[in-house]
């Protein structure tokens, strides 16, 4: 069974900067894609980064140039640096796994709050 489990996540004040593990069961070289996801209060969840195993990293626009996602095969994990942190991107972050046999992972999320 593939887990993926978050870790990171906490309150940090404007301005400040976190950094978001994403650890995954397994080798994550069977992931096509990986990516975080976020869902603010009363909000959908919404696309923040995502990487292939190949190619591009890609960004909402709302964190270009803020935010990083950037990945570790050998320690088979996915990483979030957030830097400038806003109220606004105050959520509940999600990594997520789309691997090659086409079966989506999804891990339990970890809260980000900011706010001073």
């Not at 960004?59 to 095969?73: H, Q």
């Not at 957030?82 to 891990?107: F, H, I, Q, R």
């Amino acid at each position: 069974q593939v887990q993926l489990v978050e870790s990171g996540g906490g309150l940090v004040q404007p301005g400040g900067s976190l950094r978001l593990s994403c650890a995954a069961s397994g080798t994550i070289s069977r992931f096509k894609f990986m990516g975080w996801y976020r869902q603010p209060p009363g909000k959908e969840r919404e696309v923040v980064a995502s990487i292939p195993n190949i190619g591009s990293t890609n960004y909402a626009e709302s964190v270009k140039g803020r935010f990083t996602i950037s990945r570790d095969n050998a320690k088979n994990t996915v990483y979030l640096q957030m830097n400038s942190l806003k109220p606004e991107d105050t959520a509940v972050y999600y990594c997520n796994g789309y691997a090659y046999y086409g079966v989506e992972y999804w891990g339990k999320g970890t809260l980000v709050t900011v706010s001073s």
